[in-house]
């Protein structure tokens, strides 16, 4: 009986095994990272829609970035624009 062989094939059993485990570990986390960055992107659209429906004037007097006073405006002309598409009808 050859003790080199049997020993080998346990060895890349093991190390097979471990390689295995490494990738699904490195996969696990890499969804991880991605359902996190989702949540985040997610939770900063629903602060950034909720701030927005916020008066123009109201936002310049608490001091919002410009980006989102400009964001708040550009849906209120928007609102406006479909208004008058409405009324003309």
Known sequence: MNCNANSSAALSASISGSAKQ???HAATEFVQSLWCAHRE???LARAQSA???IDTHTL???GAPNW???ESTSRDDARGLRLIDLYRS
């Open 22 to 24: 490494g990738t699904l």
């Open 51 to 53: 701030f927005a429906e």
């Open 41 to 43: 992107r997610a939770h």
């Open 60 to 62: 310049r007097d608490i």
């Open 68 to 70: 989102l006073i400009a």
